[in-house]
Protein backbone atom coordinates (compact mmCIF):
# COMPACT_ATOMS: atom_id res chain seq x y z
CA UNK A 1 0.00 0.00 0.00
CA UNK A 2 1.86 3.14 -1.31
CA UNK A 3 -0.82 5.80 -0.75
CA UNK A 4 -0.13 8.41 -2.66
CA UNK A 5 2.70 8.41 -5.00
CA UNK A 6 3.91 11.93 -6.42
CA UNK A 7 6.41 12.45 -9.22
CA UNK A 8 8.94 13.59 -10.16
CA UNK A 9 10.29 15.32 -6.80
CA UNK A 10 12.20 17.98 -8.49
CA UNK A 11 11.76 19.82 -11.72
CA UNK A 12 13.43 22.54 -13.49
CA UNK A 13 11.67 24.23 -16.49
CA UNK A 14 12.19 27.18 -19.15
CA UNK A 15 9.57 29.56 -19.47
CA UNK A 16 7.00 28.05 -21.80
CA UNK A 17 8.12 24.46 -21.41
CA UNK A 18 4.98 22.41 -20.57
CA UNK A 19 5.16 19.39 -18.44
CA UNK A 20 2.84 16.81 -16.58
CA UNK A 21 3.15 16.10 -12.50
CA UNK A 22 1.84 12.68 -11.83
CA UNK A 23 -0.55 11.57 -8.79
CA UNK A 24 -1.49 8.56 -8.35
CA UNK A 25 -3.05 6.74 -4.98
CA UNK A 26 -4.07 2.94 -4.39
CA UNK A 27 -6.47 3.62 -1.60
CA UNK A 28 -9.40 3.85 -4.23
CA UNK A 29 -10.35 7.61 -2.95
CA UNK A 30 -12.65 9.24 -4.88
CA UNK A 31 -11.62 13.07 -3.99
CA UNK A 32 -8.06 13.95 -5.21
CA UNK A 33 -6.98 17.60 -5.00
CA UNK A 34 -3.89 19.37 -6.15
CA UNK A 35 -2.43 22.29 -4.18
CA UNK A 36 0.44 25.07 -4.91
CA UNK A 37 2.81 26.25 -1.83
CA UNK A 38 4.55 29.53 -1.51
CA UNK A 39 6.50 31.01 1.21
CA UNK A 40 4.12 32.60 3.06
CA UNK A 41 1.10 31.98 2.24
CA UNK A 42 -1.33 28.53 3.13
CA UNK A 43 -1.52 25.77 0.41
CA UNK A 44 -3.78 26.98 -2.14
CA UNK A 45 -6.25 24.64 -3.73
CA UNK A 46 -5.58 23.95 -8.16
CA UNK A 47 -8.25 21.87 -8.88
CA UNK A 48 -9.82 19.00 -7.79
CA UNK A 49 -11.62 16.08 -8.75
CA UNK A 50 -14.45 14.17 -6.90
CA UNK A 51 -14.28 11.40 -9.24
CA UNK A 52 -13.51 9.33 -12.29
CA UNK A 53 -14.40 11.97 -15.07
CA UNK A 54 -14.92 14.74 -12.92
CA UNK A 55 -12.99 17.79 -12.29
CA UNK A 56 -13.57 21.00 -10.96
CA UNK A 57 -11.45 24.41 -10.62
CA UNK A 58 -10.11 25.76 -6.79
CA UNK A 59 -8.79 29.25 -5.99
CA UNK A 60 -5.63 29.29 -8.43
CA UNK A 61 -6.31 27.37 -11.55
CA UNK A 62 -5.49 29.63 -14.42
CA UNK A 63 -2.07 27.98 -16.20
CA UNK A 64 -3.11 24.24 -15.05
CA UNK A 65 -4.97 21.97 -16.67
CA UNK A 66 -5.88 18.49 -14.93
CA UNK A 67 -8.07 15.43 -16.00
CA UNK A 68 -9.14 12.03 -13.98
CA UNK A 69 -9.92 9.11 -16.56
CA UNK A 70 -9.34 6.60 -13.67
CA UNK A 71 -10.18 6.54 -9.89
CA UNK A 72 -5.99 6.13 -9.24
CA UNK A 73 -4.59 8.72 -10.93
CA UNK A 74 -4.99 12.44 -11.26
CA UNK A 75 -2.43 14.35 -13.49
CA UNK A 76 -1.62 18.40 -13.39
CA UNK A 77 -0.54 19.62 -16.78
CA UNK A 78 1.65 22.79 -16.75
CA UNK A 79 0.73 23.92 -20.45
CA UNK A 80 3.52 26.87 -20.74
CA UNK A 81 5.37 27.84 -18.03
CA UNK A 82 5.78 30.51 -15.80
CA UNK A 83 8.16 31.81 -13.79
CA UNK A 84 4.80 32.75 -11.33
CA UNK A 85 4.29 29.09 -11.44
CA UNK A 86 7.69 28.44 -9.44
CA UNK A 87 6.36 26.52 -5.99
CA UNK A 88 5.94 23.16 -4.39
CA UNK A 89 3.25 21.04 -5.76
CA UNK A 90 1.53 18.31 -3.44
CA UNK A 91 -1.16 16.29 -4.62
CA UNK A 92 -3.51 14.68 -1.86
CA UNK A 93 -6.32 12.05 -2.00
CA UNK A 94 -9.29 10.75 0.54
CA UNK A 95 -11.98 9.15 0.70
CA UNK A 96 -14.67 11.54 -0.07
CA UNK A 97 -14.63 15.39 -0.02
CA UNK A 98 -15.97 15.50 3.63
CA UNK A 99 -15.27 14.37 7.02
CA UNK A 100 -12.02 11.81 5.97
CA UNK A 101 -8.64 11.82 6.25
CA UNK A 102 -6.49 13.78 4.03
CA UNK A 103 -3.53 11.88 2.26
CA UNK A 104 -0.94 13.98 1.33
CA UNK A 105 2.01 13.37 -1.67
CA UNK A 106 5.83 13.88 -1.02
CA UNK A 107 5.22 17.42 -2.78
CA UNK A 108 7.11 18.30 -6.03
CA UNK A 109 9.37 21.45 -6.38
CA UNK A 110 9.02 22.88 -9.50
CA UNK A 111 11.75 26.10 -10.51
CA UNK A 112 10.67 27.68 -14.03
CA UNK A 113 13.36 29.99 -15.55
CA UNK B 1 -9.25 37.40 2.99
CA UNK B 2 -7.80 34.26 4.70
CA UNK B 3 -10.48 31.35 5.90
CA UNK B 4 -8.04 30.29 7.97
CA UNK B 5 -5.96 32.27 10.83
CA UNK B 6 -3.51 30.48 12.79
CA UNK B 7 -1.09 31.49 15.46
CA UNK B 8 1.42 32.07 16.23
CA UNK B 9 3.59 32.28 13.22
CA UNK B 10 6.81 31.15 14.56
CA UNK B 11 7.33 29.35 18.15
CA UNK B 12 10.77 28.46 20.04
CA UNK B 13 10.05 26.20 23.08
CA UNK B 14 12.38 24.49 25.04
CA UNK B 15 12.12 20.80 25.70
CA UNK B 16 9.80 19.82 27.90
CA UNK B 17 7.60 22.50 27.50
CA UNK B 18 3.97 22.63 27.25
CA UNK B 19 2.54 24.12 23.67
CA UNK B 20 -0.08 25.69 22.37
CA UNK B 21 -1.31 26.60 18.67
CA UNK B 22 -4.58 28.44 17.63
CA UNK B 23 -6.34 28.54 14.93
CA UNK B 24 -9.16 30.55 13.57
CA UNK B 25 -11.44 30.12 10.72
CA UNK B 26 -14.45 32.03 8.85
CA UNK B 27 -16.44 29.45 6.91
CA UNK B 28 -18.76 26.74 7.78
CA UNK B 29 -16.85 23.19 7.94
CA UNK B 30 -17.44 19.66 7.93
CA UNK B 31 -14.01 19.00 9.44
CA UNK B 32 -11.13 20.38 10.56
CA UNK B 33 -7.61 19.07 10.17
CA UNK B 34 -4.36 19.64 11.95
CA UNK B 35 -1.65 18.79 9.68
CA UNK B 36 2.55 18.31 10.26
CA UNK B 37 5.31 19.08 7.85
CA UNK B 38 8.57 18.24 8.15
CA UNK B 39 12.02 20.37 7.30
CA UNK B 40 12.02 17.49 4.17
CA UNK B 41 8.42 18.70 2.98
CA UNK B 42 6.00 15.81 3.34
CA UNK B 43 2.80 16.65 4.53
CA UNK B 44 0.94 13.83 7.25
CA UNK B 45 -2.39 14.31 9.07
CA UNK B 46 -2.50 14.58 12.69
CA UNK B 47 -5.68 14.68 13.46
CA UNK B 48 -9.26 14.90 11.89
CA UNK B 49 -12.36 16.97 13.91
CA UNK B 50 -15.73 17.72 14.11
CA UNK B 51 -16.45 18.38 17.28
CA UNK B 52 -14.79 18.02 20.94
CA UNK B 53 -11.41 16.63 21.81
CA UNK B 54 -8.82 13.81 20.10
CA UNK B 55 -5.38 12.71 22.17
CA UNK B 56 -2.76 10.98 19.89
CA UNK B 57 0.28 10.50 22.26
CA UNK B 58 1.74 13.93 23.39
CA UNK B 59 -0.79 15.79 20.81
CA UNK B 60 -3.85 16.91 21.81
CA UNK B 61 -6.54 18.90 19.38
CA UNK B 62 -9.69 20.64 20.15
CA UNK B 63 -12.32 22.12 18.84
CA UNK B 64 -14.95 24.97 19.96
CA UNK B 65 -17.50 24.84 16.10
CA UNK B 66 -19.58 27.63 18.37
CA UNK B 67 -16.55 29.64 18.44
CA UNK B 68 -15.19 28.39 15.36
CA UNK B 69 -11.48 28.36 16.72
CA UNK B 70 -9.56 25.04 17.11
CA UNK B 71 -6.35 24.42 19.20
CA UNK B 72 -3.34 22.10 18.87
CA UNK B 73 -1.45 21.57 22.17
CA UNK B 74 1.50 19.71 22.48
CA UNK B 75 2.91 18.63 26.31
CA UNK B 76 6.05 17.72 27.26
CA UNK B 77 7.48 19.12 23.39
CA UNK B 78 10.82 17.40 22.11
CA UNK B 79 12.90 18.42 19.90
CA UNK B 80 11.26 15.82 17.30
CA UNK B 81 8.23 17.80 17.40
CA UNK B 82 10.14 20.21 15.32
CA UNK B 83 7.94 21.29 12.27
CA UNK B 84 5.69 23.25 10.60
CA UNK B 85 2.35 22.66 11.84
CA UNK B 86 -1.00 23.43 9.45
CA UNK B 87 -4.61 23.85 10.08
CA UNK B 88 -7.03 22.86 7.39
CA UNK B 89 -10.29 23.22 7.28
CA UNK B 90 -12.84 21.12 4.84
CA UNK B 91 -16.02 22.91 3.16
CA UNK B 92 -17.24 19.88 1.41
CA UNK B 93 -15.24 19.80 -1.63
CA UNK B 94 -12.69 21.99 -0.97
CA UNK B 95 -9.71 22.77 2.05
CA UNK B 96 -8.73 26.04 2.91
CA UNK B 97 -5.06 26.12 5.20
CA UNK B 98 -4.15 28.37 6.92
CA UNK B 99 -0.12 29.53 6.67
CA UNK B 100 0.90 27.17 9.24
CA UNK B 101 3.27 27.58 12.05
CA UNK B 102 6.72 27.16 12.40
CA UNK B 103 7.49 25.10 16.13
CA UNK B 104 11.44 24.77 16.92
CA UNK B 105 11.83 23.14 20.27
CA UNK B 106 15.39 23.26 21.46
CA UNK B 107 16.66 20.49 23.51
Known amino acids: NAGVTQTPKFQVLKTGQSMTLQCAQD?????MSWYRQDPGMGLRLIHY???????DQGEVPNGYNVSRSTTEDFPLRLLSAAPSQTSVYFC????????????FGQGTRLTVV | KNEVEQSPQNLTAQEGEFITINCSYS?????LHWLQQHPGGGIVSLFM???GKKKHGRLIATINIQEKHSSLHITASHPRDSAVYIC?????????FGTGTSLTVIP
Open chain 2, 27 to 31: VGISA
Open chain 1, 92 to 103: ASSQTGGFTEAF
Open chain 2, 49 to 51: LSS
Open chain 1, 27 to 31: MNHEY
Open chain 1, 49 to 55: SVGAGIT
Open chain 2, 88 to 96: AVNTGNQFY
